[in-house]
């Protein structure tokens, strides 16, 4: 029914090497590397976020970035933002709260998969704290 494979396969070989040639990374690399990602994404909305709306909440988030993305990058710092991209429009902090919302989920999904408790944390607190403002104000009590 099916015509039997006469050739050997490409992906198996490339121009005479084999595959062991290649340097390939671990799932535990890969990993890291994404959650690294993540974490510094965070870190540049989180820097935006400051030039917008400082706060010591925002400071301390982007200092305890920092310490994660150098750890899981092998003492590499990430590069920040200056925060002059950030954009005064009135709804600007509600955007970026969003986003930070959802990269801080990413890097959650990232941290657990790959047990890395303090990374997992964080994540989660920056979700509850970019929910927290992305919540409406309580109404006043009558009086």
């Known amino acids: 029914m099916y015509e039997p494979i006469r050739t050997k396969s490409v992906h198996n ?5 084999t595959s062991s040639d290649f340097p390939h990374r671990s799932r535990e ?8 990602g993540h ?3 965070l870190l540049a909305v989180t820097d935006e976020l400051r030039a917008l709306t400082p706060s ?3 400071d301390t988030a982007a200092e305890r ?3 994660q993305v150098t750890r899981l990058r092998d003492g590499r710092r990430p590069a920040r933002s200056s925060g002059a991209a ?5 709804d600007a902090a509600a955007a970026l709260h969003r986003r930070a919302h959802a990269l801080a989920g990413r890097a959650l999904v990232v941290a657990a998969s790959r047990a890395d408790t303090g990374a997992a944390i964080l ?5 509850d704290a970019h929910s927290a403002a992305l919540a409406p104000a309580p109404a006043p009590a009558p009086a």
């Open 13 to 17: 070989t490339m121009a005479g090497t």
């Open 123 to 127: 994540a989660a607190e920056r979700m």
């Open 86 to 90: 950030a954009v005064h429009e009135p």
């Open 29 to 36: 690399e890969e990993l890291d590397i994404q959650l690294a």
């Open 65 to 67: 970035l920092i310490q």
């Open 56 to 58: 010591a909440d925002l």
């Open 39 to 41: 974490l510094a994404a």
